[in-house]
């Protein structure tokens, strides 16, 4: 076990190990999750569906996402972490490699749905898993570093998906994603054995010298009953929401409000990804190595992210520099903040369920993420105003810092490698 005298700011080799292993089994996600995406203009021509039903793909994902997302994380803490994420990457692999043999509209919805279901408990499990094997002062930067993972889904997918495509079809392509999975099974696999130097404890409530059990209804009472993580859940609805709001409609803004073109705005997106990349590692270490409290660093990362909003709405129509230069402010203030409220929602949690209280938490950021990109089609329908949109979804993050200032760090959780 690590001492603060000796190990304080020093990584063991097991510990980079760990975190690959997250890593690569969180991408994976990421990257089947995109799949559909990258394949749909191809495969519907093929299957003879319309743009709404392969639309209808993309949303049995989330919908099946977000229900398994808090019992995921309830599962998780009662049969450890390890084997949550494991059994959700092998269920990725199993639908992926289904998929490549779908026919039908049915078969192929139910599969994407099912997708959903099976990835729900990975993000609560990731979480989990960094607890038991990061010390408070170490947990914030290797959050970060595992945030990193989303973006670069992205980046993954777009390097190989259409080549295979245009060479072998869409077929093909699922069926090389199907392979991700299974190397991310393997390497989590060994990756995670051992254990860990904060492994996770259940408490055992004890009344006359008597063991008293807990249904998961009482379990789940117990853990959600906490200003804090009725705060986080505030803050991930609306932060959350804005910047996946404003992700999936950064692209159509460019274009069609700015009037740049289309390679133009996909050079400006790839610096988004780059920055909110750094961002997210700068977040973690900064915190970390700061004295001042977790909630009021998030919350001051999260304040960056409505200011970066406004100057890209007011992007001057043929300024490529400073399209580039708000583009690439918005991605970091779209995700600096998530690798600090991702490590709050753990660590606010009682140690026995980081899972739910997690799970529960990522419950509301999905509910965000679907409603927002839907309100900003509804202003813009409304209004006819890209720039109206984006301004009222620009106060967002400013209800989301509010609720951060009600949040209070567990002082049993917040720097574990201070006891040893």
Not at 364 to 377: D, E, K, M, R, T
């Amino acid at each position: 076990m690590e001492t603060l005298s000796n190990t304080h700011n020093r990584w063991t080799a097991k510990q980079f190990i760990v975190l690959a292993g997250i890593w690569l089994a969180f991408l994976i996600s990421f990257i089947t999750r995109l799949s559909w995406s990258t394949i749909m203009p191809a495969a519907i021509d093929s299957l003879h569906f319309t743009v709404q039903q392969g639309n209808n793909y993309l949303t049995a994902f989330y919908i099946g996402y977000a229900i398994t997302v808090l019992p995921g994380g309830m599962l998780a803490d009662k049969f450890g972490y390890r084997k949550l994420l494991l059994a959700a990457v092998l269920g990725n692999l199993v639908v992926m490699a289904a998929m490549v043999f779908m026919h039908g509209y049915w078969d192929g919805l139910a599969l994407r749905f099912i997708l959903g279901l099976v990835s729900g408990p990975d993000l609560s499990a990731c979480l989990g898993i960094i607890t038991e094997w990061f010390g408070g002062k170490k947990r914030a930067t290797a959050t970060g570093i595992f945030n990193t993972c989303t973006s670069f889904g992205l980046t993954v997918i777009n390097l190989y998906a259409p080549t295979v495509m245009v060479h072998y079809g869409w077929r093909a392509t699922l069926g090389v994603t199907a392979l991700f999975p299974l190397a991310a099974f393997i390497f989590a696999y060994f990756a995670l054995e051992g254990n860990p130097p904060y492994p996770q404890q259940f408490v055992i409530k004890k009344s006359d010298g008597e063991i008293e059990e807990e249904t998961a209804i009482e379990r789940l009472k117990k853990a959600i009953n906490n200003r804090s993580v009725w705060m986080l859940a505030i803050t991930g609805l609306f932060a959350t929401g804005a910047k996946w709001g404003v992700t999936n409609w950064a692209n159509l803004f460019i274009v069609k409000n700015l009037h740049f073109s289309l390679v133009t705005a996909g050079v400006a997106m790839s610096i988004f990804g780059i920055t909110s990349v750094i961002s997210m590692v700068i977040a973690g270490w900064i915190s970390d190595h700061s004295k001042l409290s977790r909630h009021a660093w998030a919350a001051i990362f999260m304040a960056i992210f409505t200011p970066t909003i406004i100057g890209f709405t007011f992007v001057p129509h043929g300024n490529t520099a400073m399209l580039y230069f708000w583009t690439g402010a918005m991605g970091v203030g779209a995700f600096m903040f998530s690798t600090i409220t991702n490590n709050l929602s753990v660590e606010v949690a009682p140690a026995d369920q980081r899972g739910t209280v997690s799970g529960f938490i990522n419950a509301f950021n999905q509910v965000g993420s679907f409603l927002a990109p839907i309100l900003l089609g509804q202003i813009l329908a409304g209004t006819g105003s890209y720039v109206t949109s984006y301004l009222i979804i620009s106060i967002f993050p400013l209800i989301a810092v509010v609720a951060l200032m009600f949040v209070r760090e567990s002082d049993a959780n917040q720097y574990d490698d201070v006891k040893g």
